[in-house]
């Protein structure tokens, strides 16, 4: 039986867990967290730190695994993709993984391959004041300070002006693991929302281009994603070129085969702006949205291309429009349920959730302290935008 080490437990990364043992792999975990309920699923499950390259190595050697996986996981994609080269398993370029995961690294290859790119200024917390004022000197308000190796919205500032800027610094930081930060111009787009979403390479190849129209909270004016919608609004013209550009940029990276995250904005003249293509699956549950809306198994695809099999992905889009929406609290209480309004409960076709009756719910403020997902399906998209109009009064986490 082959092995397969998983990095991450949590419980959106749970079903590729139980993905990997459905298709008769043995499974290996490595989650740092006491708490993580991948334990209870994987065959065997190691207390380490999926961003601690020797123990990811170490352990994948012992194990003698024949992939390794950092589904949904950020942090973990490059360690994964470290490993899997020196054990000569199958990897995307350590280059490309690196590139995609780090913010001010990213940014240069956009600017050195003739991409839309912001202007940027990339510094230390440690860096001055002053001198972070003269770096920035140049560029237009609004201006977004963030850390370069976070995901999600956390650390993310929005700035009209300088004059908190030190406190937009020091978000940034609590966030940061490299400690490099970066600020850069605020993209002005012609369409109002951020398209998310994710696409799936083979053979180089884009083969499913699962782009998204996200949902931000506070009516839109908050960064941070509480779910996605598709399809989208852009014109096929933009669609195409949207396509075009993603395909141009896993052909440069070298880009051989997975699931890649998108956020992108599109600006005047259909002009495409990446604000990160992630290594790695989307959060909250994109793959299992993308899954019901064109009737494949992505999971089921991450998991046997990482395990050097082949996949054939046949993309076809589903009939009506599909939604997920982030269930979340706006305050710190006790979890005693949910609740959908009348009108939307038809649409309601699976509800994950991850609290349990009397357990702790945090504030919202980012994907880590979500208390699940809801997926809805609409006759079509116009019903959709409709049920999204102030969604966040229409499903709500009861909290006592």
């Not at 978000?171 to 012609?190: G, Q």
């Not at 960064?223 to 933009?238: A, T």
């Not at 959730?353 to 997902?373: L, M, P, T």
């Not at 006759?379 to 935008?385: C, Y």
Request: hydrophobic letters at 40%; a negative charge.
């Amino acid at each position: 039986m082959k092995s397969i080490l998983l990095l991450g437990g949590s419980r959106q990364q749970v079903p590729a867990i139980e993905t990997a043992k459905r298709l008769g792999y043995r499974t290996v975990l490595i989650d740092y967290l006491s708490e993580n309920p991948g334990q209870f699923v994987a065959d065997k499950w190691y207390q380490e730190s999926t961003t601690d390259v020797e123990s990811v190595y170490r352990i994948a050697k012992d194990e003698q695994v024949s992939g390794i996986l950092a589904y949904a996981s950020d942090p973990a994609a490059f360690p994964a993709a470290l490993v899997c080269e020196r054990l000569g398993l199958p990897t995307n370029p350590v280059k490309a993984v690196e590139i995609l995961g780090v913010k001010h690294k990213f940014r240069e290859f956009l600017k050195e391959n003739s991409f839309a790119c912001p202007a940027t200024f990339t510094f230390s917390p440690a860096t001055s004041l002053v001198e972070v004022q003269q770096g920035i000197e140049n560029m237009h308000f609004p201006i977004v300070v963030k850390p370069t190796d976070s995901s999600g919205s956390k650390g993310v500032s929005f700035l009209n002006d300088s004059g908190s800027l030190a406190t937009a610094i020091a978000h940034a930081d609590c966030y940061s693991r490299n400690k490099i930060l970066i600020a850069e111009e605020f993209i002005e787009r012609i369409y109002p929302y951020v398209i998310g979403g994710d696409i799936f390479v083979e053979s180089g190849k884009i083969v499913l281009f699962g782009d998204m129209e996200c949902l931000r909270g506070d009516h839109g004016k908050s960064l941070i994603p509480i779910g996605e919608k598709r399809p989208n609004g852009l014109s096929d013209r933009q669609k195409k070129r949207l396509y075009s550009e993603l395909q141009r940029l896993v052909d440069a990276l070298n880009v051989r085969f997975g699931e890649f995250n998108i956020e992108v904005l599109v600006g005047r003249d259909d002009s495409i702006h990446f604000l990160e293509v992630g290594p790695r699956a989307g959060g909250n549950m994109i793959p299992i949205q993308l899954s019901d809306a064109f009737g494949v198994d992505l999971i089921e695809a991450n998991i046997k291309i990482c395990m050097g099999e082949s996949v054939e992905l046949n993309p076809v889009s589903a009939k009506g429009a599909f939604m997920t929406y982030v269930l979340h609290s706006n305050v710190d209480g006790i979890f005693s349920g949910i609740s959908i309004a009348p009108e939307l409960k038809s649409a309601v076709y699976r509800q994950v959730i991850y609290k349990r009756q009397g357990d702790r719910v945090e504030a919202f403020d980012g994907a880590g302290k979500a208390v699940g997902i809801v997926f809805l399906h609409f006759s079509d998209k116009s019903a959709m935008d409709l049920a999204g109009i102030d969604i966040e009064s229409k499903i709500l986490v009861d909290v006592l």
